[in-house]
Each structure stands twice: as structure tokens, then as C-alpha cells.
């Protein structure tokens, strides 16, 4: 079974809208341990979506990578707590 990265959104700005390049993905509001329950969110064919949880507006860019937003940083980059074992 194939696997997609679902990218994790955060908003510790608290910008009011975040550009994003991609059209799923999950919000956390914020970065652990200041995060809200973690939601799938899918604009289907819209351009835009509000999360039901912290209010932040996302606005699907396709000149962003998925791996980008604007601004800066909202894209989560987990890592595994130090000892943690290598997958």
C-alpha cells in the first residue's frame, strides 16, 4: 500500500492567513505542546479554508512547494524525542 506525506500545519505567528502549496494537509494551531486537536483538512476544488479550530484562514498557492507556505514556518517538521530509535 502506498503512503503520502500529509503535511502538519502550525500557525505560532498567529497570522490571520497562511499560503500553503498544497490542498491537504493537517492543523495543529501550534507547535507541541501548544497544539489543538490535530485535523485532516481538504479544500476539494475551493482555493481556501478556515480551520474549525483556531479560526487561521489557509490559501492554496500552486507557485508553493508542499514543503513551503508564506509566510515562513508554518509547515512542521517533526522530530523524534532524542534516544528515540531510527525507523
Known sequence: MAQTLVPHLVNDLGAEQIRI??????????????????????????TQLVCPYCSTLYVHD??????????????????????APEA
Do not use: I
Request: contains cysteine; proline residues 17%.
Open 62 to 83: 500552486p507557485a508553493l512547494a508542499q514543503s513551503e507556505s508564506e509566510p515562513p514556518g508554518a509547515v512542521f517538521a517533526a522530530t523524534a524525542p532524542p534516544g
Open 21 to 46: 502549496g498544497v490542498k491537504e494537509f493537517q492543523c495543529m494551531g501550534a507547535t507541541p505542546p501548544h497544539d489543538h486537536p490535530h485535523v485532516y483538512l481538504d479544500m476539494g476544488d475551493e
